[in-house]
T-cell receptor, first 117, second 111 residues
Framework: GAVVSQHPSWVICKSGTSVKIECRSL??????MFWYRQFPKQSLMLMAT?????????EQGVEKDKFLINHASLTLSTLTVTSAHPEDSSFYIC?????????????FGQGTRLTVV | KQEVTQIPAALSVPEGENLVLNCSFT??????LQWFRQDPGKGLTSLLL?????REQTSGRLNASLDKSSGRSTLYIAASQPGDSATYLC??????????FGKGTRLHILP
């Protein structure tokens, strides 16, 4: 399958600072990328969907000004957690898929463990 | 709105046994269903993907089925091994292109 690389795999930051997480599709053009969050012993919850060159669509309850998503190219999307607080500590995973929409498999990154202290 | 439910939440079985993990979904207009494995603190490993036009997929000791009419999928693991211990997630892809995950089944294979 295709490869999606997520970086960093883990990060510790101080409360009030911002953290950027990168998601790259290495061998295909990702027209759409998805960002998920997973709290301990919970399932993955979709945060937002981003299409290349347009604004991200956020799920209900996700603050778009806090979780900034940029999908400026067909191979890169970034999630920036602004003014991070301890409650933002979580496992963030991105997913990417190519241009054929309905039956195209989405591929997942390795995830980023964010700890805010 | 699509909802995905996995039962049981946790399961322990002796090594060597065959087992079935269950997944149900509310919206039968599903485009595909995927089973993942997640080890503690790690990302997702895709196991099997079943398109809406398919009934099952097989990979090694794993077999996944899909019954859209009843809103169910099962993951069958044959001859379980301690290395199969992990959380197994079921996820359905909707008509709106979103992938909705179940809460997972934590599987523990007893040596």
């Amino acid at each position: 399958g295709a490869v999606v690389s997520q970086h960093p795999s883990w990060v510790i930051c101080k409360s009030g600072t911002s953290v950027k997480i990168e998601c790259r599709s290495l061998d295909f053009q990702a027209t759409t990328m998805f960002w998920y969050r997973q709290f301990p012993k919970q399932s993955l919850m979709l945060m937002a969907t981003s299409n290349e060159g347009s604004k991200a669509t956020y799920e209900q309850g996700v603050e778009k000004d806090k979780f900034l998503i940029n999908h400026a190219s067909l191979t890169l999307s970034t999630l920036t957690v602004t003014s991070a607080h301890p409650e933002d500590s979580s496992f963030y995973i991105c997913s990417a898929r190519g241009p054929l929409r309905w039956n195209t498999e989405a591929f997942f990154g390795q995830g980023t463990r964010l700890t805010v202290v | 709105k699509q909802e995905v439910t996995q039962i049981p939440a946790a399961l322990s079985v002796p090594e060597g046994e065959n087992l079935v993990l269950n997944c149900s979904f509310t919206d039968s207009a599903i485009y595909n269903l995927q089973w993942f494995r997640q080890d503690p603190g790690k990302g997702l490993t895709s196991l099997l993907l079943i398109q809406s036009s398919q009934r099952e997929q097989t990979s090694g000791r794993l077999n996944a089925s899909l019954d859209k009419s009843s809103g169910r999928s099962t993951l069958y693991i044959a001859a379980s091994q301690p290395g199969d211990s992990a959380t197994y997630l079921c996820a359905g892809k909707n008509r709106d292109d979103k992938i909705i995950f179940g809460k997972g089944t934590r599987l523990h294979i007893l040596p």
